[in-house]
């Protein structure tokens, strides 16, 4: 075994997204070299110029090491040990299709998307292996914003993979002295954590819409905790991780967060615009708007109690007004305060 | 109807007498070459083995060998075969525990530990007699149309035509692929296990593909027939008893196939560890055996081999009935009340005459065995093309070697080898759905036992299975839009490629393929499994009922999670 193997190692970051740089910054402290693929071929020119992607991360300057690219020849051109997908939940798919002919199978891959792919409702992971020729995939999660990772202020992330070898590496390659890295077996509760919470960051918005208070907030959080841990349970997943950073950190962090975009649509909805209004505004769809439709219909016909949720999609539909989507939490039954 | 005998016959299995194909089995017939192999199993052994304290693991062992023996005196008196092996056993424990009593060092007790070790290695290695081989394969073909004409031929061939085994033993699928990379790496044959007819038959099959004989994990109740038991052991087959359950045991048994694979001896065994209960496809497979194939290719990259690779290749077995089908259901329903799965085929013995009778059976009737060679893949379940290399989900080629890199070397870790085992083991269990030949007799059972349901939909599985006789029918017009449906959900899998259908349901006309289906699921059982009877359809015995229709579970076609049961109990 090679001491120090992954301090000499080659990682590319697919995707310059926010979380995209902030990771390729943070791998590159500990590895020899990072690429940071972006679609655009003058972002990429702009990002090694300058040093800065400033679209996405103000103020954040790119480590010497990081080599931004737009082409996956260039990425892998002299091999890679790690892989990071930072891609949209929608993307990722096709995208790995474009890419799996430049892997060669001993490659460590892991994905820092939160989101499930529509339809089929696969996780990431799933959908990576099923068009990538790598079995060692696993998943990066945690309350981890951007903009307060790229100010080195304390936080955490948990990575999850079946394989003690993806865990190892994202330790590896992302500990720093003011970021740390917890590890988990348990894929399917970190994918969904990381999924679910979007559903709640949207009810949090409205809740701030509404001009609520703590009580309310907290209310939202535990309950909504519980019916993560309910579809996350029905799903494969260990109760336990909800419990961690990929599940109530997460939650914590995206629904006291009002830069989320899932926050902002919740917020403007409850000031009764309509979701094609909000959509327009914000420029881009909020993975919690789709996710909020899969997650309800499925747990519909799975028999799974969701009761926060389907407010959230009946509001998103704009069947209900926020009003009514919390009087009807508020008038249900009276139940345990428990998750099952 | 009409079938067409030669469709679906892959050309390249030629039924006739050919000459065996020589492998590298053949060095088992040299003494010096097994003791080589028992030799690097007990060395293996002692290797896993050495970080527990070897006082602690004899203990174990001694202590499971003697409940083990002591059940084994209750059930096996009938065989003496197993009877004397099992004295044998009962011998060598006694002076294990005679020894044990005067021993305190901790290099007296290794070396108790390697007798141990020894002593399972001795059990479980197999030989090979190319005479006896030879002698094999001449008697069974003779055996079988001497068999097939004298059963069928005065019923079906009026111009004095004798009957092909080719017309009732139907080997499609990948048989050239498999016949081309036997000679360019090991193939490591993974059948799914319905009845104990496979082994027979897997065997006579792999020479009809011309391929060399292979080594064979058979069950210790194989052994129990004298004649099977003599001709076994000398044609390769390795013992594996599954009754033993020491760690020792099976370390032993792992070590013995990964020993034999890396040496590039073409093997066979059934990943589910015993033939599967429920009638269903398998879907929960066994790892520790299946973990040696990755274990041999990357010993086998590390030793610099010229052909490392090891090709897993599933093949798929359906007949219109099962002889056994009766004592496994009654099996399956019974550790399913317990939520368990017990593949627990120890106790059970082949007896001779109903083998006979099965074949008999089949051939006086014009029913057909289907065995589907699948789709090769590598040890990490990637698909392999015509030439043994791997093809990524993509279709581009890729070296299996760099799985086998950790930190920039192909080195063991026994953790992601674990992982890498159990994705190959669910990748398998897809495979074997997907080349699953589906019969009108299973689909005819299927279609009676939903229709059945949906007049009962409160029952559970155990209420619904005890229904009475004047229950269990369903008027024709009711079975026929059943089965209809039923129809529909499989022709739509097959054009999807997830499942292949057999020729009856081939032609899609319904009246066609149910009387095909209620005949061969009435030739052999003597309760009607699905029977006409005054307008209606019924059934004689709701657990065979359920038996043959569960071969169509695990397609989601009853929800959208398929392979296990529903909130009733029933199988989906």
């Given at each position: 075994m090679k001491k120090g193997f992954w301090s000499n190692s080659r990682v590319a970051v697919l995707g310059g997204g926010s979380f995209g740089t902030v990771l390729a910054n943070l791998a590159a402290r500990n590895c020899s070299e990072v690429t940071l693929y972006v679609r655009a071929e003058d972002q990429a020119r702009a990002m090694n110029s300058t040093r800065m992607n400033p679209n996405y991360v103000k103020d954040l300057v790119l480590d010497s090491k990081i080599r931004a690219v737009s082409s996956f020849e260039k990425a892998f051109?002299?091999?890679?040990?790690?892989?990071?997908?930072?891609?949209?939940?929608h993307a990722t798919r096709a995208q790995a299709k474009v890419v799996a002919p430049f892997f060669k199978g001993h490659e460590i891959v892991l994905h820092a998307t939160k989101g499930i792919e529509e339809q089929s409702l696969k996780r990431i992971s799933q959908v990576l292996e099923e068009e990538i020729p790598i079995l060692r995939i696993g998943a990066i999660s945690g309350p981890n914003l951007?903009?307060?990772?790229?100010?080195?202020?304390?936080?955490?992330?948990?990575?999850?993979?079946?394989?003690d070898d993806v865990l190892e590496a994202g330790e590896e390659i992302f500990t720093t002295e003011r970021f740390r890295v917890y590890t988990t077996h348990d894929l399917v509760g970190v994918e969904w954590g990381g999924t679910l919470k979007n559903i709640f960051a949207i009810a949090s918005g409205i809740l701030e819409s509404k001009g609520l208070g703590w009580n309310t907030k907290s209310l939202l959080l535990s309950r909504g905790l519980a019916e993560m841990v309910r579809f996350g349970v029905a799903m494969g997943a260990t109760p336990e991780t909800f419990l961690g950073l990929s599940g109530m950190g997460d939650l914590i962090a995206t629904c006291?967060?009002?830069?989320?975009?899932?926050f902002r649509v919740g917020y403007h909805l409850a000031k009764g615009e309509t979701l094609q209004d909000v959509i327009a505004e914000l420029g881009q769809v909020a993975e919690g708007v789709r996710t909020t439709k899969i997650v309800y219909e499925f747990a519909r016909s799975r028999g799974v109690e969701m009761p926060i949720t389907e407010s959230v999609y009946r509001i998103l539909e704009g069947e209900w007004t926020a009003e009514q989507g919390v009087s009807h939490l508020m008038t249900r039954p009276q139940v345990e305060d428990r998750w099952v | 109807m009409i079938i067409d005998p030669r469709t679906g016959s892959n050309p390249a299995v030629r039924f006739e007498h050919h000459p065996a194909v020589r492998g590298e089995i053949y060095r088992l017939d040299d003494r010096d070459y097994r003791e080589s192999i028992i030799e690097e199993v007990v060395r293996r052994t002692m290797g896993d083995l050495s970080r527990g304290d070897p006082r602690m693991l004899i203990e174990e062992t001694l202590y499971q060998e003697r409940i083990r023996i002591r059940k084994a005196r209750t059930s096996w008196f009938s065989s003496p075969n197993l009877a004397s092996r099992n004295a044998r056993d009962r011998k060598f424990i006694g002076e294990i525990q005679g020894r044990l009593k005067g021993t305190v060092g901790l290099e007296d007790n290794r070396d108790l530990l390697r007798r141990f070790t020894e002593h399972f290695a001795v059990e479980i290695c197999g030989n090979f007699e190319p005479k006896m081989y030879d002698f094999a394969i001449r008697m069974v073909p003779w055996f079988f149309s001497w068999l097939l004409n004298a059963a069928s031929v005065k019923r079906f061939s009026p111009f004095g035509m004798s009957e092909s085994l080719q017309s009732r033993l139907r080997v499609v699928g990948q048989v050239e692929h498999l016949q081309r990379l036997s000679k360019k790496g090991t193939i490591l044959l993974v059948p799914t296990h319905l009845s104990n007819i496979d082994s027979v038959l897997i065997g006579y099959v792999i020479h009809l593909m011309s391929l060399p004989p292979f080594a064979y994990g058979a069950g210790l109740n194989l052994f129990s027939n004298p004649l099977l038991s003599f001709s076994m052991s000398r044609l390769g087959a390795y013992t594996v008893d599954r009754q033993k359950s020491s760690q020792v045991y099976k370390n032993a048994l792992k070590n013995y196939s990964t020993s034999i694979l890396k040496r590039g001896i073409h093997s066979i065994f059934f990943p589910a560890g015993g033939r599967v209960r429920s009638g269903a496809i398998e879907s929960h497979l066994k790892l520790g055996l299946l973990g040696t194939a990755l274990q041999a290719q990357l010993e086998r990259y590390q030793e610099g081999h010229p052909n490392p690779n090891i090709y897993v290749v599933p093949m798929v077995m359906n007949y219109p009935f099962v002889f056994e089908a009766s004592s496994l259901i009654e099996d399956y329903l019974e550790s399913a009340g317990k939520h368990r799965f017990m593949p627990n085929d120890g106790g059970e013995a082949v007896p001779f005459f109903k083998i006979m009778n099965f074949f008999w059976k089949l051939f006086s009737t014009r029913s057909e065995m289907w065995i589907r060679v699948g789709r090769p893949?590598?040890?990490?379940?990637?698909?392999?093309?015509?030439?043994?290399?791997s093809l990524g989900p993509n279709g581009t080629q890729i070296d299996p070697k760099r799985y086998f890199m950790t930190k920039g070397e192909v080195m063991a870790v026994p953790q992601r080898d674990r992982e890498y085992t159990a994705l190959l083991g669910k990748k398998i269990s897809e495979r074997y759905h997907a080349e699953n030949v589906v019969l009108s007799s299973h689909l005819v059972a299927y279609s009676l036992f939903e229709a059945l349901k949906k007049s009962y939909p409160g029952l559970d599985l155990f209420r619904f299975l005890r229904l009475s006789r004047a229950q269990r029918m369903v008027p024709a017009a009711r079975f026929f839009e059943e089965a209809e449906r039923s129809f529909k959900l499989v022709k739509d899998a097959s054009d999807q490629g997830r499942l292949h259908l057999s020729n009856p349901l081939h032609c899609g006309d319904v009246k066609i393929w149910v009387e095909d289906g209620v005949r061969q699921l009435g030739l052999f059982h003597d309760a009607k499994v699905v029977k006409l009877e005054d307008g209606a359809f019924a059934t004689d015995d709701m657990?065979?009922?359920?038996?043959?229709?569960?071969?169509?579970?695990?397609?989601?076609?009853g929800s959208d999670f398929a392979g296990d049961t529903d909130e009733k109990g029933f199988l989906v």
């Open positions: 051109e002299r091999g890679l040990d790690l892989v990071i997908f930072a891609l949209p939940s951007a903009g307060e990772i790229a100010k080195s202020e304390p936080a955490a992330t948990v990575v999850a993979s079946k394989f006291s967060s009002s830069q989320s975009r899932n | 893949l590598d040890v990490f379940g990637n698909f392999v093309d015509e030439n043994g290399i657990n065979l009922l359920y038996y043959y229709r569960n071969r169509l579970t695990g397609y989601g076609f």
